[in-house]
């Protein structure tokens, strides 16, 4: 019998689980259930005798004991104290399949197409946590697929304990034709539930998943799913590009854990994937205002939350992370400390102590961003960098100010939430592009819901990859994916786009990617990593001219960095249906460059102007050496167990060391690894003589020219 420490590293969706809340004012009364011990006639005629303000407005003694109550905020808390209560629940808005929902994005997307392709005859698959194919927008197009969770020809999305809504969800995105119409309405949609309960999966359900769906032909499939491995070396970053080396356009979710660099995963981190990032679409954004003070505060609305629009001023209290009474919060704005408690957990204390709207400050350099758990509230909850938050405490609560909201208009943004690059060891450029990922309303089992993600984005690219196949039926993946990255259009922050790593080549056009003038390949422009004292690369990219047309391009030289040094080609005269290569040369003197990544775009001019997004790394960075530590432990083995972990650099050694959690009792070194060359690492573990059970921290120590960095990461032994 074989013991497991971790098996295969985790794979989860990549969403924030939101259904759209209610509507209500933070002044309006509101509506709970209330769970009972015992029968609810004495409970109510307490009620009314102790509270009469409160309205009953249904009973259930069938499937629990239960009553459904209404009244206002500091009404409800009182319930607390009363003697039979079990438990309070929020009352969730569920949405019918015979009800308008609210506005889809894949309508905004459709209604800019041009041309009457709808993905007809194209079959794409979807690897993901099942589809509920009885969906009235989704059993016309569903054609079939695999369960690699339960081995079975029924990839239906996990219902019960655990149950799922994402799959459905990601699907209706792509191919929906019914009350709402998905990016390509009828292609032919194939299901691979490769993530189970809880929307998790090992790597090798989705390996095998990847295998099912390249074997019955799929043209085009879609993963929103990832880990936190930001490295091109790990199994399912290999089989993604296997599946494109066969024919296969894949897509791929960034993932949520931006807005840092460094943040992308397997198999995102694939260099023929098109990895695709969240944006989100012109809108307005809170700003939180303190009087006197010029500067500014935006806040990140976590997902599930009501939108941040409170019309009038109000005094703010700081409540650490909001363990103990939150006694002096009535009427207040709440502002908690990041940690201690789940972000649901302080949101509910917070309205329950009768604050008016709630922020969460990030515990770490930067912001975050976070979900209530399907918590539905009538007050806003926020999230605000750690810098804001010590901001609003020295300004706002030590001071008493009350602070303001007012709504800024923003154009077309990345999400703050989206993982940015660049990959570690392949030192390339992801995402590749950006889609609509924000607020995303789409099919869910038994009716609709908007949730947020790079989840949402990937479909999108994958439904117009469908039809793209459609209309160019013999265009290989390559062909598809430069397509689309050379119609992208850039995204600004004011005056400045948004650099590569966050955007890569920009924005969907789908009308461009459909019939394009010019398509550009072996762009992005890697450079790689700069060691040496005077780094010089050249690097080769070709234009094909698809129009009727003879195209003429000139590179604009950039304007270059200290230390930095271009030769770019002069101009490219390319005839119709003919293609010509060019070649750009970056020299570097170290002495002079900052440390950190280096990023921008290089311009073709023409008729229409090209940008061609650039990276370089300058040495030591901040991203982590190593990731994805994995440890098993086999008692009928004379290895006694495998360690597997991927490295980003070059180094001189790294040795691994065993803790017991808790105590951190060092149990000892379990291997030691002489010079390894990056990428991922596996190796024989010393475990075969050790008495061991329960829960351990394995400590993974790098040294190199650099330094020595050590990386942690949490392992449980279930014993033999």
Excluded: C
């Amino acid at each position: 019998m074989r013991f497991y420490i971790s098996i295969f590293l985790t794979f989860v969706i990549l969403t924030g689980f939101s259904a759209p809340p209610t509507p209500v004012a933070p002044e309006e009364e509101v509506t709970i259930i209330v769970e009972l011990k015992e029968d609810t006639a004495p409970f109510i005629s307490e009620l009314k005798r102790r509270l009469p303000r409160l309205e009953v407005v249904a009973e259930y003694d069938t499937i629990f004991n239960g009553v459904a109550i209404r009244g206002t905020a500091e009404e409800l808390e009182k319930l607390v104290r009363m003697d039979n209560v079990v438990n309070q629940y929020p009352v969730q808005t569920y949405r019918s399949l015979g009800e308008k929902p609210l506005s889809f994005t894949t309508e905004d997307i459709r209604n800019r197409i041009q041309s009457p392709y709808t993905g007809d005859g194209v079959k794409v698959g979807i690897i993901d946590t099942g589809i509920d194919y009885t969906h009235p927008d989704l059993e016309a197009n569903y054609s079939g697929g695999f369960d690699t969770v339960d081995f079975d020809e029924d990839p239906m999305e996990t219902e019960g304990e655990g149950k799922t809504v994402h799959g459905t969800h990601v699907a209706g995105v792509i191919g929906a034709n019914g009350e709402m119409e998905g990016i390509a309405p009828e292609a032919e949609l194939y299901a691979y539930r490769a993530l189970g309960p809880g929307g998790v999966g090992s790597s090798v359900q989705v390996i095998a998943a990847l295998e099912e769906a390249v074997k019955q032909g799929m043209d085009v499939i879609n993963l929103s799913l990832g880990n936190d491995v930001n490295g091109p070396d790990w199994p399912t970053t290999h089989a993604v590009n296997k599946a494109v080396e066969l024919g296969v356009v894949v897509v791929v979710a960034a993932g949520n854990s931006g807005p840092d660099s460094w943040t992308v995963g397997s198999p995102a981190t694939s260099s023929d994937a098109i990895t695709v990032g969240a944006s989100a679409l012109s809108m307005k954004a809170p700003i939180l205002k303190v009087p006197g003070e010029r500067s500014k505060v935006a806040v990140q609305v976590l997902s599930g939350s009501q939108k941040w629009k409170l019309d009038k001023k109000y005094p703010i209290e700081y409540v650490g992370t909001g363990e103990k009474n939150l006694d002096n919060v009535s009427g207040k704005i709440a502002l908690f400390e990041r940690g201690g408690i789940p972000f649901s957990q302080k949101a509910l204390r917070a309205y329950k102590a009768g604050a008016k709207g709630v922020l969460i400050a990030n515990n770490e350099k930067g912001m975050f961003y976070g979900g209530l758990d399907g918590l539905n509230l009538p007050i806003p909850v926020g999230a605000i960098s750690q810098e804001a938050g010590k901001w609003l405490v020295e300004k706002a609560v030590q001071q008493n100010q009350w602070i303001e909201t007012v709504q800024e208009s923003l154009g077309d943004q990345v999400a703050p939430f989206s993982s940015r690059g660049p990959v570690t060891t392949s030192w390339e450029i992801k995402p590749d592009l950006l889609a609509p990922g924000v607020d995303i309303m789409s099919t869910v089992p038994g009716g609709y819901q908007a949730l947020q993600g790079t989840s949402m984005a990937a479909p999108h690219v994958a439904g117009v990859a469908a039809l793209m196949k459609e209309a160019h039926p013999d265009w290989n993946a390559e062909q598809v994916k430069n397509a689309l990255t050379t119609s992208a259009q850039l995204i600004y922050n004011k005056e400045t786009p948004f650099p590569p790593t966050q955007q890569g080549a920009g924005f969907i056009d789908v009308n461009k990617a459909l019939d394009p003038e010019i398509v550009i390949s072996a762009a992005p422009l890697s450079f790689g990593k700069a060691d040496d004292n005077f780094f010089r690369k050249k690097l080769s990219f070709k234009v094909e001219n698809l129009s009727d047309e003879p195209v003429q391009l000139q590179m604009e030289r950039p304007k270059s960095e200290n230390g930095e040094s271009w030769t770019v080609p002069m101009t490219m005269e390319i005839p119709p249906g003919k293609s010509e290569e060019a070649d750009v040369e970056l020299r570097l003197n170290n002495a002079f460059l900052e440390e950190g990544i280096h990023e921008g775009y290089l311009t073709l001019k023409g008729e229409t102007d090209y940008q061609l997004p650039y990276v370089y790394v300058k040495e030591r960075s901040d991203y982590n050496k190593v990731s994805g530590f994995e440890l098993t432990q086999n008692w009928n083995d004379e290895k006694g167990g495998m360690y597997r972990f991927h490295l980003a650099d070059q180094v001189e050694k790294v040795t691994i060391d065993l803790y017991r959690a808790g105590t951190l009792l060092n149990i000892g070194t379990i291997a030691e690894i002489d010079q390894p060359r990056p990428g991922m690492i596996e190796g024989e573990a010393g475990l075969k003589n050790l008495d061991l059970k329960g829960a351990y921290l394995a400590v993974v120590t790098v040294n190199s020219n650099e330094g020595s960095d050590s990386y942690s990461f949490p392992v449980y032994i279930e014993g033999e």
